[in-house]
């Protein structure tokens, strides 16, 4: 069953208002809560009983399956091991993510390592975010992973979101993109108080005409940290691209250190990196509108994680 609280962390971490329909698998405190799968979806336990399996047949189309993660227990670490397989000529969505609500002293976290195998001409996008609720001074920690290996021709999109009350989160992207493959992931973090986050990501780019694009938008408020780190690396004729963007508030620390390695001669590496504070033209310009400072700072900052 769900109570109000369970409620609330499916919404907001999957847009869920209860049990959604078609193939899920939903986690609650380190166990799981419910499951169901569908002709082309597959879920079931794998072998060490620390995650799932998930497959989807070869040229499933317009499906999708939830697999968020909910937490409201004090003193609980949980670490899972999901493995995914889309098969060949698939197009598919899969919307995760974990929500924390803490009510004590006692931290709470979850570790969620998550393998993707994207079969050829297959494409995926992966929408995962990251929410901490609840009046409690225990802290809530978030340590996501993510392995992304592209087949030829495969297209995968990956939404990684964090933009509120976690305290401490260490993220790892890693992608293998082969021939013809397209890899774009977006990150989107906002930390406040004394909340840290680091996101380091290792893509290596290993087939002809492959390509990837990472993009970065971080808003740094209160005594807030966050780290940002890039190794893009290129062993074929390919593109790939680094942008990283940052808004400091208050006496927010913020790093971004990218670094492009080619290794073939046709291979094309960019990158583009900033981090500044918000305009005061812009800020102006919304408080002739009738906004008053908070409204006006709140509206650029969610223009801007857009």
Known sequence: MLNAIDKELLKEVADLEGIPKGAYNIRKNGELLGRE?????????????????????????????????????????????????????????????CGIHCGGSQSEGHSGIHEFRIGKNARMKYVEKHVATGEGSGKRILNPTTRVFLEEGAYAEMELTQLGGVDEAKRVNE???????????????????????????????????????????????????????????????CYGHIECDAIIMDRGISQTIPALKALHPDAELTHEASIGKIANDQLMKLMSLGLDYDEAVNRIIQGFLK
């Open 37 to 97: 799968v569908s002709a082309n979806i597959n879920i079931e336990t794998n072998e060490a009983g620390n995650g799932i399996i998930i497959r989807i047949k070869p040229g499933t189309k317009n499906e999708s399956v939830h697999i968020p993660v909910i937490l409201s227990k004090a003193g609980l670490h949980d670490v899972v091991y999901n493995t995914f397989e889309v098969g060949e000529n698939a197009d598919v969505a899969i919307i995760a993510g």
């Open 175 to 237: 992608g293998e993109i082969k021939a013809g493959a397209s890899l774009l992931i977006t990150e989107r973090v906002m930390t406040d108080k004394t909340q840290e986050a680091e996101s380091k990501n290792e893509l290596i780019l290993v087939g002809e005409n492959s390509k990837a694009n990472i993009i970065s938008r971080s808003v740094v408020k209160g005594d807030s940290k966050q780290d940002f780190f890039v190794n893009l690396e290129a062993r074929a004729k």
